[in-house]
């Protein structure tokens, strides 16, 4: 699929004002570029991003961002974390009254509009993106969405294609050569395989979950807590399970915005302080511990990629790199478990001579007392990195949505 034969697609100038603008199934993030070439990201309330979540107040006005999430306590039933999840809804119930799934994600698109008008004085070209597996339907409702939050007519590009361009630009991929995008959200997986033809990008396979996200992981990580505060404080548990007026709904909020906190600080460092309303000592998560809980997530994120390969009839030594996308992507894991197999997982864990990616010695790392066995993430083998071996693994590179991204990348051994 060329970008220039998507539908709604348009031309952009480059002497002028553009926005490129990705609606994400938890957070919205948009990048300005001005007029002189420089890109800058959009703003909201001094951030890069705005969770996309959206709140119908009592008076008619969908709040959004942040001010959503602030008011959700106050009427759960009001309140939507995920309008991109309900695209193929005609309308979303919050509260009593039925609001249509176009002004749902209008809302956070005219958020966007508002800030670029205060930088640009108008609303300049945009581009907007959007899974690769959506169809016609869904296309439209989006472009549909942008036309009521007051944008000129979009220009609508596969989120795949977004990515291998922002890819090429620091590391061009010889013509043929083939991308593998893994975009890992907050509340999708996305995984396509991207090819370069020379003047145009075309997705040669796709795979993915639309159900696997971040937001599980977390969930995975408070139903690992969930254990511990069961056996010892029973009642903070239930009431943060079950919630029975607006401050115990504001406690669950807090816990879980914590949990999520703390798995994005075990990106940068191996413990994290998780702190429970109603308790006077934190928890404390490891890597470990994350690794562990995690390791059925990741594993069927990465057997996604593996089984897009498959169908393409592709091996990982043709791909030219693999680029990770999105926040989850930056969970601490192996990259080489990415294109693994399962056949190579158990021979590993049948060689003495392997041992797990982030050991630095032999000795074994103390596991958290309170853990229970956990199937882990499967390692990888101790191999030299001779030279050839690495020519023959793709690079991977991670790029966070609406951060800057680490920018590091790193050459894995194949199996």
């Not at 001779?386 to 693994?393: G, L, Q």
């Amino acid at each position: 699929m060329a970008p220039g034969d998507f539908p709604g697609a348009t031309s952009v100038s480059v002497d002028m004002w553009a926005v490129g603008i990705d609606l994400g199934t938890s957070n919205t993030v948009a990048i300005l570029r001005s007029p002189d070439g420089r890109t800058r990201p959009v703003l909201f309330d001094g951030q890069p991003v705005l969770p996309s979540a959206v709140y119908l107040d009592h008076d008619g006005t969908l709040r959004v961002g942040t001010d959503a999430q602030r008011m959700a306590p106050l009427d759960p039933a009001r309140f939507e974390p995920n309008p991109k999840r309900r695209i193929d809804e005609e309308s979303v119930l919050l509260g009593d009254r039925p609001v249509p799934i176009v002004d749902l994600l209008a809302a956070p698109l005219r958020e966007i509009a508002r800030s670029v008008t205060v930088t640009a004085g108008h609303l300049p070209p945009a581009v907007l993106t959007c899974p690769v597996a959506w169809g016609p339907i869904r296309r439209e409702r989006l472009q549909r969405a942008a036309a009521a939050a007051g944008w000129p007519a979009v220009r609508v590009l596969p989120e795949p294609i977004a990515a291998a361009r922002y890819f090429t630009l620091s590391r061009p991929i010889p013509p043929g050569g083939t991308l593998a995008i893994f975009d890992f959200g907050g509340g999708t997986l996305d995984v396509a395989l991207v090819r370069n033809d020379g003047a145009t990008f075309t997705v040669v396979g796709t795979g993915g979950a639309e159900d696997l996200g971040g937001l599980d992981i977390d969930a995975a990580v408070v139903a690992h807590l969930g254990h511990l505060l069961a056996a010892r404080h029973p009642e903070v548990w239930t009431q943060l399970i079950r919630p029975a007026d607006e401050l115990a709904r504001r406690h669950r909020k807090m816990f879980w915005d914590d949990v999520r906190a703390a798995k994005e600080t075990l990106s940068r460092a191996t413990t994290a302080p998780i702190p429970v309303p109603g308790v006077s000592a934190s928890l404390h998560l490891t890597r470990d511990e994350l690794d562990q809980v995690a390791a059925p997530l990741l594993n069927r994120a990465t057997g996604e990629l593996t089984a897009a390969l498959h169908r393409a009839r592709l091996t990982p030594d043709r791909l030219a790199g693999i680029f990770l996308v999105g926040g989850t992507s930056r969970v601490p894991w192996s990259p080489a478990s990415c294109t693994r197999t399962p056949e190579s997982r158990r021979r590993s864990s049948n060689n003495r001579n392997y041992r797990s990616p982030k050991a630095p010695s032999p000795s074994p790392r103390k596991a958290s007392p309170h853990l229970a066995p956990h199937p882990r993430l499967a390692p990888f083998p101790r191999i030299r990195r001779r030279r050839a071996e690495r020519s023959r693994w793709p690079r991977i590179r991670h790029r966070s949505r609406g951060t800057s991204g680490c920018g590091r990348g790193c050459s894995a051994p194949p199996a």
